[in-house]
């Protein structure tokens, strides 16, 4: 298990549709060993894509509300009518914070590594990251949801962020 450098918005791995995993083996045993062992490796990290990590596949991970795993090839299959306001941050943009809002209630279904059918539903700040994760493995970052002066606010502070 290795605990891997997250990449940064800018980099080309992030705007990449990640492609879906055909091979339940050994490597994507490692990549989730590798996704869970960064994501946990410093407290207050909600989830973690593999493109996050350099690697475009259809894995991400999870830990929020006392709920840890990962899921393979996910989609998500039901969101809420009902949405929830609240702050969202992204290892991809160090620092920054804004108010996102997201579907209150998320269904994902995928695979484990074995390639058995998993299915995680949840509320609050778990659906939040499921749909997060979800955006990610789509070459999409939460600021790409943002509207209006908060948008704006947004990449005013991207430009201005020492990693940017
Ligand atoms: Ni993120």
Not at 112 to 130: E, K, Y
């Amino acid at each position: 298990m290795t605990i891997h450098p997250i990449r940064l918005l800018g980099d080309p791995v992030l705007r990449t549709p990640c492609d879906p995993v055909t091979a339940f083996d050994d490597k994507l045993r490692r990549l989730v060993d590798d996704l869970m062992e960064t994501m946990l490796g410093e407290p207050g990290r909600a989830g973690l894509a593999a493109n996050q990590i350099g690697v475009s596949s259809r894995v991400f991970s999870y830990n929020a509300d006392g709920h840890q795993g990962y899921v393979v090839n996910p989609e998500i299959v039901e969101l809420s009518e009902e949405i929830q306001d609240g702050d969202e941050g992204c290892l991809s943009l160090p620092g920054l914070y804004f108010p996102t809002p997201r579907a209150q209630y998320a269904v994902v279904r995928g695979y484990d590594v074995n390639g058995d059918p998993v299915t995680i539903s949840g509320r609050g700040f778990l659906a939040r990251a499921l749909q997060h994760e979800t955006d990610h493995l789509n070459g999409i970052l939460y600021v790409d949801t943002l509207k209006g002066e908060t948008r704006r606010r947004a990449l005013r502070a991207i430009r201005a962020a020492d990693w940017s």
